[in-house]
């Protein structure tokens, strides 16, 4: 979801995009690029696709509410639990850490909803999930794709 300033609410990015999500934050090892990627669970409709900036500011506003900015927009997921939150926020600093080390950074923003994860791309933060080397092994066929795109708080001061 985006905050929308003109009405100061946390609002899809596109209607009709509220519900579970499965959220994943893919390396292309190529590029040494980042992406969210969330994609609705009932219908496979993706509901996020944002390439992770250099500079981007990132913010645990609340245990399972975390939101992020770039130039131009705020964007915010609620967890359904605090460790699935955490295991994002982990993968997300780990990304940020990265773009924010490299000559230049990246430079392309912004959400690209047409664009297609490219081939090459390894899961950082996702399901499915076999072992996260942020988080240590995880719990085999527990699947960690319950990250809901609606409801949250109002943008802290990023």
Known sequence: MVYDDTSKK??????????????????NTASNS????????????VVINYSIVKGLKYNQAT?????????????G???????????????????LNIMNSQEGGQHRGG???????????QTVC??????????GPLEAGRPRDTAVLSGGRRPEAL
């Open 10 to 27: 946390w609002v899809p990015i596109k209607p009709g995009q509220q519900g579970f999500s499965r959220i994943n934050i893919y390396h």
């Open 77 to 95: 997921l609620n967890f359904a639990s605090k460790e699935e939150a955490t295991t994002f926020s982990n993968a997300m600093l780990f990304a």
């Open 34 to 45: 980042f992406r969210v990627v969330g994609v609705k669970l009932q219908d496979q409709q």
């Open 111 to 121: 959400p690209g909803m047409d664009e297609k994860v490219t081939q090459g791309c």
């Open 126 to 135: 996702g399901f499915p999930w076999t072992h996260d080397s942020l988080a």
């Open 63 to 75: 245990p399972t509410f975390h939101q992020w900015r770039d130039a131009r927009q705020v964007y």
